[in-house]
């Protein structure tokens, strides 16, 4: 594994690359919530790949934190996508 | 093989970047969707078939039907064409490379450990009476985490509730229900279908990729279907019996730790002769309250009433 280039391991430090970039340049906060799941999605990816490298088999660690990781983004992401609803009902009462 | 990974890890990266920089917000959140189907395939290309199946049905099912529902609650926004500052995009622009690059050697220069905690949980596997190591590490090895987060996922849903403003309600009523002649038939079809897959890859999770996660994800996606179909509405008003069921996993995983301890002197020490049914209890009890959360997640209410058939 050491010697060629793992090309998950290239994927998920572009992905955390992209979704920093896009966290900050965004303004849109539904593309936010999109850039803050991609970075995620990097670091996901980032752990399995180490898991992968574990003698003897993946290693079921992360596998399990990446599990629970998956379920906590989504609901972090319905509570995100809450507050936006509700910042753009109070901008809607505001222009009336 | 290693060209469907390098094209699979491409694709994810150019679908990532497309949807972080198109202005259009629909189509960034449609190839948000495609992106979470193709993380799902690289999770099972790198050996990883429990978080494909949550990933499918969690990732690119209900985080898709969130994005797209607060997109319409917003009145179908087509993005915002407001632009940061040159220096900020240059910041941000070198920051994220420089951030990939060092992510990138460090992943290729980290040296592989032979203590890893997995070490270990797969050496001692008998020990925790399934033959699913990662089953072994979410309910038994590391309960903690897994308790732990379903505390988490109470608090995203009383922050929704908090925040007041439910899905379904900001969509027309009579929109919900009108479907094609096609929808009841689906529903028919689909519905018991995904209640048995659900039911299945929870018991499945004891020794095979499954477990209440994925289970309750799919449980879920058989609520959010009905939700959408109208036939099952959020209710403002709140029932006991479901709240009961939100907190029902917290609860029997915290009671199965307390019960025991007179048994084996340590909070979540199972005896060996109960492992497999405390294991299968908990992790039904854990999927029922992941589906019926995630649901109102995407509802948004308080409670649910069945809708008009």
């Known amino acids: ?96 | 093989m290693i060209v469907v990974d390098t094209l699979a890890a491409l694709i994810l990266v150019v679908l990532a970047w497309r949807c972080l920089l198109l202005t259009d917000l629909f189509r960034s959140i449609v190839l948000f969707i495609v992106f979470g189907l193709l993380m799902a395939l690289a999770w099972a290309r790198l050996d990883a078939p429990d978080l494909a199946l949550a990933e499918a049905a969690i990732g690119a099912g209900l985080l898709g039907v969130l994005l797209l529902g607060t997109w319409r609650a917003m009145g179908s926004p087509d993005g915002d064409h407001r632009q940061p500052g040159r220096a900020l995009q240059v910041i941000a622009a070198g920051g994220g490379m420089v951030l990939a690059v060092l992510v990138g050697i460090a992943l290729h220069q980290l040296p592989v450990s032979e203590q890893a905690a997995g070490a270990l949980a797969l050496e001692r596997l008998d020990e925790a009476a399934t033959q699913q190591p990662v089953t072994a590490v979410l309910l038994n090895f590391r309960s903690y985490d897994t308790l732990l987060e379903m505390g988490v996922l109470l608090m995203a849903l009383l922050g929704t509730w908090l925040a007041r403003v439910p899905l379904m309600e900001s969509l027309s009523g009579d929109d919900a229900s009108r479907g094609t002649e096609l929808l009841p038939v689906a529903l028919r079809v689909f519905v018991p279908v995904m209640l048995l897959v659900g039911a299945y890859l929870i018991w499945a999770g004891t020794h095979s990729p499954g477990g209440a996660f994925q289970g309750g994800a799919v449980l879920a996606a058989a609520g959010v279907l009905l939700a959408l179909a109208g036939r099952l509405r959020g209710d403002t008003g709140d029932s006991l019996p479901l709240r009961m069921l939100l907190v029902l996993g917290l609860t029997v995983f915290s009671l199965a730790g307390l019960l025991l301890i007179p048994l084996q002197g340590a909070f979540m020490a199972y005896p060996p002769t109960l492992i497999y049914p405390v294991m299968l209890i908990v992790e039904y009890s854990l999927a029922v309250s992941i589906a019926i959360t995630l649901v109102l997640l995407y509802t948004g209410s308080r409670g649910l009433r069945r809708g008009p058939a």
């Open chain 1, 1 to 96: 594994m050491m010697a060629g280039l793992d090309v998950y391991a290239l994927a998920a430090a572009a992905l955390i690359g992209l979704g920093f970039f896009g966290l900050i340049v965004q303004m849109h906060p539904l593309k936010r919530l999109l850039a803050v799941n991609v970075l995620g999605n990097g670091v996901f990816l980032a752990l399995i790949v180490i898991a992968r490298r574990l003698p003897g088999g993946p290693d079921p660690v992360p596998h399990a934190m990446v599990l629970t990781g998956i379920v906590i983004a989504v609901s972090a992401t319905a509570f995100g996508l809450a507050l936006v609803r509700r910042q753009a009902r109070d901008e809607e009462g505001d222009d009336e």
